[in-house]
């Protein structure tokens, strides 16, 4: 007698060769786009990063030469006093002549300290530097004047020769340069933080919803099918070959869900023959 059993199970296709855009390579895709974002906001991260410490360094150093600027003042006005003292004692007093000297060689030490920076470099904008250094070598050029004077017994002569108001005021605008490039630097490093606080949070936002995207991805292209498969699964366990759920997705767990329904009407298919035969 002849047997009417199903027709045998054909070999299917290797899966990789069977799916158009496998979900392994949109998931390798997924992170090297989520890898360059990241060395993207990271470079800029680091580039902002870099700039807040220079701003942070800059209005250091202006603080700093704003404190060397008022030391200058204190020490010209010491200078006055004594060669007031000096041009008044006979001989012009040694000792007094002693501290002026001291004091000069004080004041040219604060000049060469405001010119190298407290680090050997001034991290200044161009034109302060420029401008400070034109006020720092009149005083320093000064400063030579007025020690060989007073070496050279000239002191009476010094208060008219070299006219110490005007080093203060030399001192005085050293001291606005300093204040105006120290508020500069100050408005920056507000700018620069504001700046690192917004990038911050626009990378937090575009991680989420990278990471948002790729969840999706995952839950559509994973989980959903997954399901889907296991409550056809379970009611084949019953012994139901009618239900199924059809997916519509290209990718490797579509293809095995429509091998499993393949599969399902063979097995309903042989399943019928028998009963027929029997």
């Known amino acids: 007698p002849a047997c009417s059993c199903a027709p045998p199970v054909t070999e299917s296709r290797p899966l990789q ?26 470079a800029v991260g680091i580039a902002q990063l870099v700039s807040i410490r220079t701003d942070a ?53 604060i000049l060469k300290e405001m010119e190298v920076g407290s ?49 203060r005021g030399l001192a005085m605008k050293l001291r606005e340069e300093a204040l105006e490039e120290a508020g500069e630097a100050e408005q920056d490093l507000r700018n620069r933080s504001r700046d690192a606080v917004r990038t911050m949070l626009f990378s937090v936002a575009l991680a989420a919803l990278a990471l948002a995207a790729i969840s999706l991805l995952i839950l559509r292209s994973v989980v959903r099918p997954i399901r889907s498969l296991k409550e056809r699964a379970d009611a084949v366990g019953r012994g139901d070959f009618t239900a199924h759920a059809p997916l519509d997705s290209n990718a490797e767990i579509g293809e095995f869900a429509r091998s499993f329904d393949e599969m399902t009407r063979r097995v309903a298919a042989t399943q019928g023959a028998l009963e027929d035969r029997v």
Do not use: C
């Open 17 to 42: 060769r069977s799916v158009s855009f496998p979900l392994g390579r949109k998931l390798a895709l997924f992170s090297a786009g989520m890898l360059a974002l990241i060395a993207g906001l990271s």
């Open 57 to 109: 360094r800059r209005q250091l150093e202006e603080w700093r030469e704003l404190a060397l600027a008022n030391d200058l003042d204190a020490h010209f006005e010491s200078i006055g006093v004594l060669l007031e003292v000096a041009a008044d004692a006979p001989g012009g007093a040694p000792a007094v002549r002693e501290m002026l000297v001291t004091q000069a060689d004080d004041v040219r030490a």
């Open 119 to 167: 680090e050997g470099v001034d991290p200044s904008d161009e034109l302060h530097q420029a401008a400070e250094f034109e006020l720092t070598q009149q005083l320093d050029h000064r400063m030579q004047r007025l020690v060989a004077a007073v070496e050279n017994g000239q002191v009476k002569d010094v208060p008219e020769l070299y006219d110490v108001e005007k080093m």
